[in-house]
């Protein structure tokens, strides 16, 4: 018995000097950790007070939304290579005019939500960038059918 919960105490403290061995003293998060985003310091149109992970979520959306990657609306930062040697990107710059339009886009969607689609009894089905988008920069067309539209007939009674 007591033998047992020797060892219990030994394993607790091996677990805390195993952690400890991780922690560098630089309060840099722990090698092999998930990778965490930095806060953001240029949001215009989102919310302030997103963290950098909740930002990344919401990037990661626009980007599949529209098909496209990062790049597309951030600015190639060579100075700052990823590490598989591809030009790093300057998130907070503001010079790719897609990234503008990407905030007038936000800005107008939200005002569809809230002066529209809300107003819709029992709506729940807001739009999104991937309503207007389906994983395309530039929305397509939608194909009018060739004989007319044909209504569904109303059930017979
Ligand atoms: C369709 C355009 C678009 C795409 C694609 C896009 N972003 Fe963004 N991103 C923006 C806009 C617009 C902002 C600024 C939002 C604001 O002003 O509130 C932003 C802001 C950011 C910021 C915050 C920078 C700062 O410090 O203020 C980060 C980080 C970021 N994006 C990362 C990403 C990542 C990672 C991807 C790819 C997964 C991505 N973005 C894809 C348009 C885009
Ligand atoms: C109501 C439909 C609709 C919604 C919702 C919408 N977009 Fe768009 N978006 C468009 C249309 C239409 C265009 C094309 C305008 C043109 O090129 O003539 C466009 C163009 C763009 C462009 C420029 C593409 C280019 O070729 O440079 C970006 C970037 C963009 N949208 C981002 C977004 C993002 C990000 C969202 C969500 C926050 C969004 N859009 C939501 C309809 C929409």
Redesign the pocket.
């Known amino acids: 018995m007591k033998a047992a919960s020797l060892f219990l105490f030994a394993l607790v403290l091996s677990f805390a000097a195993a952690i400890a061995a991780q922690t560098p003293p630089s309060g840099a998060p722990p090698a092999g950790a998930p990778h965490r985003h930095p806060a953001p310091k240029n949001l215009q149109v989102l919310p302030k007070t997103l963290t950098g992970d909740q930002l990344d979520e919401i990037m990661d959306a626009?980007a599949a939304?529209?098909g496209v990657h990062c790049d597309?609306?951030h600015t190639a930062d060579p100075a700052h290579p990823r590490p598989d040697g591809r030009p790093g990107l300057d998130f907070a710059d503001d010079s790719k005019?897609?990234k503008a339009?990407?905030r007038r886009?936000?800005q107008?969607?939200e005002e569809?939500n809230r002066d529209y689609i809300a107003k819709i009894d029992n709506s729940d089905a807001p739009?999104?960038?991937g309503?207007?988008?389906r994983g395309h920069?530039?929305?397509q067309p939608f194909a009018l059918p060739k004989e007319g539209h044909n209504p569904p007939k109303a059930p017979a009674k």
Do not use: D, K, Q, R
């Open positions: 626009w939304s529209l597309s609306c005019p897609e339009t990407a886009m936000f107008m969607t569809i739009v999104t960038c309503t207007c988008h920069l530039g929305p």
